[in-house]
């Protein structure tokens, strides 16, 4: 097992690598496995943050944002994490990622406090017709300008549209695919009002608001 607890400690590991210079902010990195990459970019900051890698071969990479990075992550085997830019984060964001697994998140999303990104089980399910793990390459991808509000659930193998907002409490099951500029709540989601987006501060609130319009469906890049 390596940790890494302070920057200094980084030049001390030998069977995995964390590339740049993250400020760790009582945080904390575990590698329990060889081979994993963690990437930030030049001002990443981990607070009250645990990530933890809990096998082989997976990578993380953490871009800038527009605060601090708030989690507690666990990354098993020959998985990736991605996170675009300008998010912010509120204390604290759980993210379980599976064996052969992906994370990707888009830009300039807000994810607030208590939400869950992921599942990791001790078990798989099986379809008895098919033999068809049920649980099996699930990947999570986020676009750009979405906004997860607190106490909300995103289940393996979702998609989210640029655009979209969850609100609190709301729980998305396994593959399901959720169109861009529209509000979802409940449990399971539902839609509950289409043609929208939102603004992180009431001067964004002008002519230009249509950069924040994408097309339907759309995953990771705005309309142009």
Same mark, same amino acid.
């Given at each position: 097992?390596?940790?890494?607890?302070?920057?200094?400690?980084?030049?001390?590991?030998?069977?995995?690598?964390?590339?740049?210079?993250?400020?760790?902010?009582?945080?904390?990195?575990?590698?329990?496995?060889?081979?994993?990459?963690?990437?930030?970019?030049? &001002?990443?900051?981990?607070?009250?943050? =645990? /990530?933890? #890698?809990? $096998?082989? %071969?997976?990578?993380? *990479?953490?871009?800038?944002?527009?605060?601090?990075?708030?989690? &507690?992550?666990?990354?098993?085997?020959? =998985? /990736?994490? #991605?996170? $675009?830019? %300008?998010?912010?984060? *509120?204390?604290?964001?759980?993210?379980?990622?599976?064996?052969?697994?992906?994370?990707?998140?888009?830009?300039?999303?807000?994810?607030?406090?208590?939400?869950?990104?992921?599942?990791?089980?001790?078990?798989?399910?099986?379809?008895?017709?098919?033999?068809?793990?049920?649980?099996?390459n699930r990947s999570i991808y986020i676009g750009?300008?979405?906004?997860?509000?607190?106490?909300?659930?995103?289940?393996?193998?979702?998609?989210?549209?640029?655009?979209?907002?969850?609100?609190?409490?709301?729980?998305?099951?396994?593959?399901?695919?959720?169109?861009?500029?529209?509000?979802?709540?409940?449990?399971?989601?539902?839609?509950?009002?289409?043609?929208?987006?939102?603004?992180?501060?009431?001067?964004?609130?002008?002519?230009?608001?249509?950069?924040?319009?994408?097309?339907?469906?759309?995953?990771?890049?705005?309309?142009?």
């Open positions: 097992m390596e940790t890494v607890n302070e920057i200094n400690d980084i030049e001390k590991l030998n069977d995995n690598e964390i590339i740049g210079k993250p400020q760790l902010d009582n945080s904390e990195i575990i590698f329990l496995g060889k081979g994993n990459i963690l990437y930030c970019e030049g &001002n990443v900051v981990l607070s009250d943050t =645990s /990530i933890r #890698f809990s $096998g082989n %071969n997976s990578v993380i *990479y953490l871009s800038d944002t527009e605060s601090s990075y708030f989690l &507690n992550l666990l990354i098993l085997n020959n =998985s /990736i994490i #991605f996170i $675009g830019k %300008n998010n912010i984060f *509120y204390p604290i964001v759980n993210i379980s990622i599976p064996d052969n697994y992906k994370l990707i998140m888009g830009c300039d999303g807000v994810i607030e406090s208590n939400v869950t990104l992921g599942n990791v089980h001790d078990f798989e399910v099986i379809d008895l017709s098919s033999k068809e793990n049920l649980f099996e750009d300008y979405v906004a997860i509000c607190s106490s909300s659930h995103i289940s393996n193998g979702v998609e989210i549209g640029s655009g979209a907002i969850l609100n609190s409490g709301a729980h998305v099951p396994q593959e399901r695919s959720l169109k861009s500029n529209a509000i979802y709540g409940g449990n399971p989601c539902v839609p509950i009002k289409k043609n929208v987006t939102f603004v992180k501060n009431s001067d964004e609130v002008n002519d230009e608001i249509i950069k924040f319009v994408f097309n339907e469906g759309e995953t990771l890049s705005p309309e142009k």
